[in-house]
């Protein structure tokens, strides 16, 4: 979902600022640019298996504010920032032509270790859930990609699951393709900012390449 339907960058470059706005605290260029770089680093260890959710909402703030000498109440500083996600909804432009043209050639799935009550608000929001067959997310599983238990989850509770048949759409290759290869299914890269260096597999700037992609395969 995230910076592949969704236009998560700027959803939690709006959803930042909008919410030390709130708590009357300065929020500058860089300081969201190094906040993102924690959280990059803090869901990593989640995908690893080094920590949680609940300790994620938290710790991404308290070390931001450590670095930075902001005085704030980091709980209620967290809690906002996570309500306000449902609130900011931001579909990349032609995300629903994308799944319309997805859904003539086979079923839709939603994967993702994104908190439910948000992920679930902004398929609602964007129109999207009338192309979706179903939707997988870690907090429900009880485990999150890229695991061994997630993949095979996917491949248990999807209906006549064949792996050659099946193609993952992610922009993350340390969650997405790394659950794609332990799925065994082909995997696309989704790269709308940018292409990571030295990346030598299948890969798609934006929604057109990747069907041009689908179809090839």
Aim: with cysteine; hydrophobic share 40%.
């Amino acid at each position: 979902m995230d910076d592949t339907l969704f236009d998560f960058r700027r959803t939690e470059e709006i959803n930042f600022c909008q919410t030390l706005a709130k708590f009357g605290i300065s929020a500058e260029k860089q300081a969201f640019e190094r906040f993102r770089d924690i959280n990059i680093g803090l869901w990593q260890e989640f995908e690893r298996g080094e920590t949680t959710k609940e300790q994620i909402k938290l710790m991404r703030f308290s070390k931001l504010f450590n670095e930075l000498g902001i005085i704030a109440d980091v709980p209620k500083v967290a809690y906002s920032y996570v309500e306000n996600f449902k609130e900011i909804c931001i579909p990349f432009d032609g995300a629903d032509a994308f799944l319309k043209e997805l859904l003539s050639l086979g079923k839709i799935y939603i994967v993702t270790n994104g908190n439910t009550d948000i992920q679930m608000r902004h398929l609602t929001d964007a129109g999207f859930l009338p192309f979706i067959e179903q939707t997988f997310i870690s907090d429900e599983i009880g485990s999150a990609k890229p695991s061994k238990e997630f993949a095979e989850h996917l491949k248990t509770h999807i209906e006549s699951f064949e792996s050659g048949r099946a193609v993952w759409i992610g922009d993350s290759l340390t969650s997405d393709k790394a659950c794609a290869e332990v799925a065994g299914v082909d995997f696309i890269l989704f790269a709308p900012h940018s292409i990571p260096q030295g990346y030598k597999g299948l890969c798609a700037s934006n929604f057109a390449e990747a069907l041009q992609i689908i179809k090839r395969i």
